[in-house]
């Protein structure tokens, strides 16, 4: 049996008398981007990240993915000191998503486990630990999969105990940067309601929850200049209005409204600046054509749930009809304007393509080198969402006829930006292991500069149009573990997100996708918004 290893220990800090230790941050609220504070040692094999969505106290948890077959890199590690003759009462909240793992609490050796049937509840495993002599001993958790194991599961972790209590941020009665103020109303379930604010480098800055209910609060927080991220989530997923009470929030700087709002699922993000000048003024909204109409007015993830109940319902035409699509949606009429198919894996902008193909119906079988022959590519795999599962797998805002070639060595590898590369097609798109600064190490597939923004744009609608069952993907595939982070607004993984919006922004759209979105729309009567609307981007996802 596997056993993988995921040591959470801390660094004690006695009291006075020397009778108690306590555990750094044991109830993850204060973070560096994906690093708990006080939690200095995290594996390759794990990645751990602030949760918003399952807490047990206080504002956040964390969230810990379990993404190996190996024991070896899946240490989470720091070191606590204890003093002879004192006992500790160590203990620690979980909750499990799936079931096919379960924790072992490790104090200076294996103690009780988990009862890892009990899903989607929280539960504690405690254990008293009496030093014999003073020490400094491992204190965490090892996990360990049972029969059904995917290779990827999440578990959360909250309130390790014995901890200490953050202090918190000074008060900002003399604040000499730029005073922001959150005007929160909260509902009749104020113990639902919890939020966030981060810098632009993932830190939380100050978050709150255990709200009383139909309230109103206040908080003041002194912001220097620099990009940020206000982040409310609501744990049942109906926001805080307006079916059990009104409530709604407020963020101000400046006599400057940055967001403010109430009716969302399970949470809103929105981004904002701070500069010279204070905050910066939020820009008009968009004034929107018919087909758009009910989003007007909306931003953060009210407006992807506008766009999701505008694009959802469109006419699934099949599989074997993207043959059709592809002979009107994927011709090269800007390129080299020889009606050939447009392969945006192996077209080549300003030079004659390797690869020639004639639109056909059925065309693709072999696959022995690049140009035999053309098939249809879901650019967003089809393992991540579960495989032949309509209306997805004939999506043609994702799909787009590829060369059977290369999109066999594309697979299912995320999207990347390549460092080395272990393969590269014949106009410039490459396989290999990730760039360091990309925020993700494995194996990606780099496609080139001229149609980077066309695939991010694909990613964004899929984000969108999938919104009532995408936050279930996560688990399907190693790979879909690596892009996507189980939520329905966010959805992707911060490097996957960064990623897309620079993506999205460098290439801008193009001739080439307004014609093609006009194309799918005639054969399955959806739009991709993020085409349409390129805006759309940064007023869901920030800038």
Known sequence: MLNRI???STVALLSSNGAF??????DFEIWNGNTPDGWNVIDSGIAVSPSVTQVKTGGLAAKISVNTGSQSSTDFLQTVSVEQGKTYNFAVSLYHTEGKVKARLYVDGYRGYSNNSQTNQWQEISHPYTATTSKNIQVG??????SGFDGSEIVYADNFQPTETNTPPPPTDDCSDT???LTLITDQYASETSWTLKNSGGSTLFSSSGYDNSTTNTKDMCLAD???TFEISDSY???????VGNGSFKLEANDITLTSGGEF???QSFSFTIGDSGATQPTEPTVLDDYYKSAEGKTGFALKTALFNIINNHNSQGYAAIWDLAKVADLDNYYEKDGSILDMYSEKPSASDLANFTKVTNQCGQYSKEGDCYNREHSFPKSWFGGKVEPMNSDGHHIFATDGYVNAKRSNWPFGEVATASYTSSNGSRLGSAESGLGYSGTVFEPLDEFKGDFARAYFYMATRYENEIATWEGNSTNSNAVLDGTNTTVFESWMLNMLKRWHQNDPVSSKEIDRNQAVFDFQGNRNPFIDHPEFVNTIWGN
Request: net charge negative.
């Open 179 to 181: 005073t922001a103020t």
């Open 21 to 26: 230790a306590q555990v750094a941050n044991g």
């Open 6 to 8: 995921i040591t959470l």
């Open 226 to 228: 620099g990009d940020y």
């Open 265 to 267: 699922k399970d949470g």
């Open 141 to 146: 958790l090892r996990f360990y999969d049972v």
């Open 237 to 243: 997923g109906d926001g805080i209005c307006c079916t």
